[in-house]
């Protein structure tokens, strides 16, 4: 069959090489895809966001099947055409990605599902939420979020009032982040440490896979500005059976009984953001799409077929398939990212040392930002590669992964040296 992938990131090469070893895989595009995709698939010259195109494409080609990678074309609804069209496509409706796109949805259907979340307050404009923050003690630490998409950069983390203040600014005053700020959210700031749970449900059946660890701060001990995430490991052993149990239970399971009930069933992805707090598990987001990075080392560990896995989701049959088959090696993935990244950054610069990389055993690096100039392959994007290991423990796929770094070779390359860190003394 034929598969199309859409989007351009670590996460869509991640999906298309995978998608890619299925036997029942003839053909598997990715448009437009990078300069990784390009070796392990067929790049398709159109942008994730040109849903005309894409839906031609898509007929002309004869697609059976389209998996759709970025939050973008699924909040503005690009399953729903599909479908309506008569193609098949892995994704949530438009309906059910506002979980997604917008904050205050998914805030109002956690406290529906009576599912464990912070304390908050919705405004609407900033003089609104400059009032309520001068009414709170000024050191009063919280959490200002943008109400839509913004690159997952739309969370400011607070710890004063002044912090806030300034959050509110930028986000309802200065327009930092768009028309995602048209509304705000003001969160009471939960304590403790964060883990990614990610599901694949068909609405009715939920098949949670093995956790992960996001390092979604720029610099080593989490210092720095928010970014789209440096790097991830799976599993993490923040999470034991019991409370990963307790999550799929008291979280995933409530939370798609209420989309269902309110008639926008979720398919697809649903991807919670859990902070682990002395009180317990508590929803600090969620997202309807696999993370970027956490889809890379979750993958690289997925023996099973994962084309039979999204069918069968796609087709509203996910009962009816054998649980998937894990390694139970863990895998590490170690983002690379440009100079000045999560800022302004240039591209085009010559990456060198990727042939080097590949050879190493256990090791696969998947492309983000990059391009093809010629024969070379080039910077093209804040987040670079993702260079992802497996090993006996955490500790050894993360010295495989930063052995695949010091491989490879920009201007300006950088990139965290302490992912996965946080599983050391944890009896791993």
């Known amino acids: 069959m034929k598969v199309l992938v859409i989007g351009n990131g670590g996460r869509e090469h991640a999906l298309a090489w995978k998608i890619a070893q299925s036997p029942r895989a003839d053909r598997v595009f990715v448009a437009p895809g990078n300069a990784g995709t390009a070796i392990d698939a067929e790049n398709v010259d159109i942008p994730a966001t040109d849903v005309a195109r894409l839906l031609k494409f ?47 949805f998914c805030k109002k259907v956690l406290r529906q599902a009576d599912v464990p979340t912070a304390e908050y307050r919705v405004f609407r404009d900033a003089e609104s939420a400059a009032l309520y923050l001068n009414s709170q003690r000024e050191d009063l630490p919280v959490v200002v979020k943008a109400d839509g998409l913004a690159a997952g950069k739309g969370v400011i983390v607070c710890s004063n009032r002044n912090e806030a203040l300034e959050a509110v600014r930028r986000i309802a005053i200065d327009k930092e982040f768009g028309a995602a700020g048209k509304q705000l959210v003001i969160e009471e700031r939960l304590e403790g440490e964060e883990a990614s749970v990610l599901a694949i449900t068909d609405g009715r059946t939920l098949l949670v896979l093995p956790p992960a660890q996001d390092h979604k701060r720029a610099f080593d001990g989490d210092t720095g500005p928010n970014t789209g995430g440096m790097g991830a490991y799976s599993p993490t052993p923040l999470l034991d059976a019991a409370s990963l149990n307790k999550i799929e239970e008291q979280i995933l399971v409530p939370t798609v009984h209420a989309m269902k009930r309110s008639r926008w069933p979720m398919r697809g992805v649903l991807y919670a953001g859990i902070m682990m707090t002395p009180q317990g ?111 006996t423990t955490i500790a050894a796929a993360k010295l495989q992964a930063y052995k695949a770094v010091k491989c490879i070779r920009w201007e300006g390359a950088w990139c965290r040296k302490d992912i996965s860190d946080k599983a050391q003394g944890k009896g791993v």
């Open 281 to 391: 598990p508590k929803v600090l987001e969620y997202n309807v799409r696999f993370g970027d990075p956490e889809c890379q080392p979750i993958l690289m560990r997925l023996k099973s077929d994962l084309l039979t896995i999204l069918e069968a989701t796609v087709d509203g049959r996910l009962d009816e398939i054998e649980p998937p088959q894990w390694d139970t090696r863990p895998s590490v993935c170690i983002v690379m990212a440009s100079e000045g990244y999560p800022g302004d950054y240039e591209r085009g610069r010559p990456i060198r040392g990727l042939d080097d990389a590949a050879k190493l055993p256990d090791v696969k690096v998947f492309h983000a930002g990059t391009a093809t100039m010629g024969d070379q392959v080039i910077t093209d994007g804040g987040r670079v590669l993702g260079v992802t290991a497996l090993g």
């Open 58 to 104: 898509v007929h002309d080609n004869q697609v059976d099947l389209t998996v759709v990678g970025p939050e973008t074309p699924l909040c503005e609804g690009i399953v729903d055409i599909f479908t309506k069209e008569g193609h098949r496509a892995f994704g949530p409706s438009k309906a059910a990605a506002q979980l997604e796109g917008s904050k205050v």
